[in-house]
């Protein structure tokens, strides 16, 4: 994420001109993908999932996770001093927000391949919404990259929650 924010500069680069000529296609409303009224609803419901099986570390890590995302954004953004349109846009804080979010959804599920799935497609329909109007593409990567990183630190906190209901598998033969 650090090398991206650094390589891609203060400017756009050509992936992300070809991203924005986007802009006024039937991409655009993809970026209400990442609407934060959204994701606090979906985080939500994973807090009362998550109580309700009383997984209390995954529970904490939904409730913190997108916080420290969000942090890590806010320090980040004036690093790169990427503008656009005014505003400072690298790494994407909705994206890195929606990743985390998505990232907590799969947890949950017990990463379940067809959650996995379903969330990496709506993530990637709402980097090209996010890319295509008020970010840069490659912010939306950056994004993704910083969420993953966040998702990651947080399944190896809440791993005891994510393990304690396995079952060993057995092995014909």
């Known amino acids: 994420m650090l090398l991206l924010g650094w390589a891609v500069g203060a400017s ?3 992936l992300d001109d ?3 000529s986007l802009g006024h296609t039937p991409v655009r409303p993809l970026n209400k ?3 934060p009224r959204l994701l606090i609803i979906v985080l939500a419901g994973l807090l009362l999932v998550g109580a ?7 529970v904490a890590m939904t409730a913190l996770a997108p916080l420290i995302g969000l942090a890590f954004v806010r320090v980040l953004k004036p690093i790169f001093g990427r503008d ?3 505003g400072l846009a690298y790494p994407s804080g909705h994206i890195t927000t929606m990743t ?4 907590l959804v799969v947890l949950v599920a017990g990463a379940a391949w067809w959650m996995v799935t379903v969330a990496l497609v ?4 709402a980097a090209v919404g996010v890319g295509s109007t008020f970010h840069y593409f490659t912010d939306t990567v950056g994004g993704l990259l910083l969420g993953s990183a966040i998702v990651s630190a947080a399944a190896l906190v809440a791993r ?3 393990t304690r209901n396995a079952r060993p598998r057995s092995f014909p033969g």
Do not use: C, E, Y
């Open 84 to 86: 656009k349109s005014g």
């Open 100 to 103: 985390i979010v998505l990232g």
């Open 18 to 20: 070809w991203f924005q």
């Open 12 to 14: 756009s680069t050509g």
């Open 52 to 58: 309700w099986q009383r997984r209390w570390r995954l």
């Open 33 to 35: 993908l990442a609407d």
């Open 160 to 162: 005891r929650d994510l």
């Open 122 to 125: 709506v993530l990637a329909l």
